[in-house]
């Protein structure tokens, strides 16, 4: 399972809280990529839900992870 930020774009707006079934589900009716459904596929299947992003990509990148500096625009 590989995450970008290209393929964990596509769950941003997606029903949180949610389990893996519901992220499937949510992913095929947005049309996502393959990859995206297989990377959830993927993803240990508990019965409980995700609270987020960080919950299915933990070491996500977060804003202050990139040298930008947003005082120069």
Known sequence: ???????????????????????I??????????QVVQNLQELDDEGEDYEGLEDIWPDIPQKDD?????DEY
């Open 1 to 23: 399972m590989v995450w970008t930020l290209e393929l964990i774009h596509f769950l941003e707006d997606a029903p949180w809280p949610a389990n893996r079934d519901e992220l």
């Open 25 to 34: 589900d949510y992913s095929i009716r947005t049309g996502a990529p393959n």
């Open 66 to 70: 990139f040298l930008f500096n947003e």
